[in-house]
């Protein structure tokens, strides 16, 4: 089985320390019950390995900034092709945005860290840590 964490230290940081669950075809639909805004990551196939932890370590700062208010999974690489066109994904990686299970926005491959600020503003305003995100926004 291809398993992102073998290759990402962030995502294997963020599964330890409890910030990103592991979901597949079987157990999305309860993730998606959870509070506040879902994040969904597909971190893709063994070629796509070194973005999907540039993506890992943004999604794990955004975590920080909005501690508490989003709710984080691990798609499981055997069932991303299934869930792919449900959630409107076409490339790898990418990180899913959704609220009450409905999705919002897919934000594919790898952005600028403004980017990534920008579209959880979009649903969350600024964020908790503001002058940590502001800072590592001016240095992007």
């Given at each position: 089985?291809?398993?992102?964490?073998?290759?990402?230290?962030?995502?294997?940081?963020?599964?330890?320390?409890?910030?990103?669950?592991?979901?597949?075809?079987?157990?999305?639909?309860?993730?998606?019950?959870?509070?506040?805004?879902?994040?969904?990551?597909?971190?893709?196939?063994?070629?796509?390995?070194?973005?999907?932890?540039?993506?890992?370590?943004?999604?794990?700062?955004?975590?920080?900034?909005?501690?508490?208010?989003?709710?984080?999974?691990?798609?499981?690489?055997?069932?991303?092709?299934?869930?792919?066109?449900?959630?409107?994904?076409?490339?790898?990686?990418?990180?899913?945005?959704l609220l009450e299970g409905e999705t919002l926005e897919v934000i594919p491959r790898v952005k600028d860290w403004s980017d990534y600020v920008r579209a959880f503003r979009r649903?969350?305003?600024?964020?908790?840590?503001?002058?940590?995100?502001?800072?590592?926004?001016?240095?992007?």
């Amino acid at each position: 089985m291809d398993d992102p964490t073998m290759e990402s230290i962030a995502i294997t940081d963020m599964l330890e320390r409890g910030a990103l669950q592991r979901v597949d075809a079987g157990s999305v639909d309860a993730f998606l019950t959870c509070e506040g805004l879902q994040v969904l990551f597909f971190a893709g196939s063994k070629s796509q390995r070194g973005d999907a932890h540039d993506v890992a370590v943004a999604l794990r700062e955004v975590l920080k900034d909005y501690a508490g208010q989003i709710s984080a999974a691990l798609v499981a690489a055997p069932d991303e092709a299934q869930l792919q066109p449900r959630f409107r994904v076409l490339a790898l990686p990418s990180l899913v945005l959704l609220l009450e299970g409905e999705t919002l926005e897919v934000i594919p491959r790898v952005k600028d860290w403004s980017d990534y600020v920008r579209a959880f503003r979009r649903y969350l305003g600024e964020a908790v840590a503001s002058e940590t995100a502001s800072s590592r926004e001016a240095h992007a």
